[in-house]
């Protein structure tokens, strides 16, 4: 706590709140309540910076924590705090700040971080606002913004005649406003964040990560990624335009990132490996015996991890080498569009199987796990009995949930960036969450 005071005293004297009374009173922002934002980790890109800007420019308070150099690369501009501590000893740093600043708002991306945990407990307590961005439920054209917790934490109901009621009333949504998508414009902003990393031992000493591996470690493993996705694709190919051909029940098996919370936090594995090791195991002992099995890798895996050995392996080791392929790249629609059921964790291409009308049987419990829409039997029968999703019940869902939880925009391009802060402004400074007008 020592120093607190300090710093606080400098950080408000940066953004006066006369001064911005001042500015919002000169014309009509003057009927839009103040809210005192807080600012924790964002999204490794330009996005949080220009939102607090945005926000700044309707007369709201921003405040923001920096926890490393990459977050003064790419954390909300403006005056900002410096975490003094490691995140199992910052509750009550938490609650000096929300008391001291008056913080009517809490804005992070992902909120299973190490950092952000003690600071979402401590806002509920608080009746802060809790305001959580992650990566779109229906990409690429939309990103997530929810009240108080997404995936696993998120306040939509696991009641598939809720969305057939509310569904009704409901817009219709397609695909969202089309901008332009650029993975080099994400690698470079990663790359940066990561880079900044190589000072952090220096500025900002009780900083610990939450990724399993340093970006060095990562960024090697991309090379090699690069090197095995040159070799395979040929194949991969070849074996999607055997899929089309349908000549036997295929069923895929699309991998997700180890580092992900939403294995990490929000599931019953570990790792990959483990998920492939209990998918293989069902399937050898439950599928029809014409039946293969797809493992398809992660587009954005690092490639620290040999899944294809990890694959042969067990496929070996269970008798079934001869049924059991892996991918490391595939046209995603085609396999979509001719395959018999998806088997997923939790990963969001389980919804982009129920889109495509396939039976998906997930391994944990993502939004969309519900009665009508994702096989209920368990993994060992769905092999023989994978139920189709109801596709009026599915398109229900999508419109609702893209209505009350996703926003039109991305992370990582300029327009993307820039579609995004102007559609999260009205969700961000409204008292109840959209959710919140439909329970």
């Not at 706590?1 to 009374?21: C, I, R, S, Y």
């Not at 089309?244 to 180890?258: C, G």
């Not at 994702?374 to 092999?383: E, K, N, P, V």
Request: proline fraction near 6%; charged fraction near 20%; include cysteine.
């Amino acid at each position: 706590m020592a120093g607190l005071e300090t710093t606080l005293e400098q950080f408000v004297g940066q953004e006066a709140p006369e001064k911005l009374n001042a500015r919002a009173a000169r014309g009509p922002l003057l009927r839009i309540p103040t809210h005192n934002f807080l600012f924790l980790q964002g999204v490794s890109s330009p996005f949080f910076n220009r939102l607090a800007t945005a926000l700044r420019g309707i007369g709201q308070r921003v405040h923001s924590v920096r926890f490393n150099v990459g977050d003064t690369l790419y954390g909300a501009n403006g005056p900002y705090l410096r975490c003094p501590h490691r995140a199992e000893d910052m509750d009550a740093w938490y609650a000096q700040v929300f008391r001291q600043l008056d913080i009517t708002d809490l804005v992070l991306f992902g909120d299973c971080r190490p950092v952000h945990r003690p600071a979402v407990t401590l806002a509920r307590l608080y009746g802060v606002r809790v305001h959580v961005f992650e990566e779109g439920y229906f990409r690429p054209y939309w990103v997530t913004l929810e009240r108080d917790g997404v995936n696993n934490h998120s306040r939509l109901p696991r009641d598939p005649q809720w969305y057939r009621e509310v569904g009704k009333h409901i817009p219709r949504y397609q695909n969202g406003n089309a901008f332009k998508l650029s993975f080099t414009a994400r690698a470079t902003h990663d790359v940066l964040y990561h880079a900044g990393g190589a000072l952090n031992a220096l500025c900002y000493p009780r900083y610990r990560t939450h990724a399993p591996y340093s970006a060095a470690v990562e960024y090697a493993g991309f090379l090699r990624q690069g090197l095995r996705l040159l070799r395979a694709r040929v194949h991969d190919d070849a074996l999607v335009a055997e899929v089309a051909r349908e000549r036997h029940p295929t069923f895929l098996l699309p991998l997700q990132l180890d580092s992900d919370a939403q294995i990490r936090d929000h599931s019953p594995f570990q790792n990959m490996e483990q998920v492939i090791e209990h998918v293989i195991d069902s399937f050898s002992l439950n599928a029809p015996f014409d039946a293969r099995l797809l493992v398809k890798n992660h587009p954005l895996t690092p490639g620290l991890v040999n899944y294809r050995k990890v694959t042969d392996r067990l496929a070996q080791q269970y008798g079934v080498a001869d049924r059991v392929h892996f991918m490391e790249s595939g046209h995603m629609p085609t396999l979509l569009s001719h395959i018999a059921g998806m088997i997923t964790v939790n990963s969001t291409a389980g919804a982009s199987a129920i889109l495509h009308h396939r039976p998906t049987c997930t391994l944990a419990e993502p939004i969309y796990a519900m009665p009508g829409l994702t096989h209920q039997g368990g993994l060992d029968s769905f092999w023989m009995q994978a139920e189709a999703p109801d596709n009026t019940l599915f398109q229900r869902f999508r419109n609702t949930v893209i209505h009350t939880t996703q926003i039109n925009g991305g992370f990582y391009t300029g327009c993307g960036i820039d579609m995004a802060v102007a559609n999260c402004l009205e969700v961000l400074m409204a008292k109840t969450s959209r959710i919140e007008n439909y329970l």
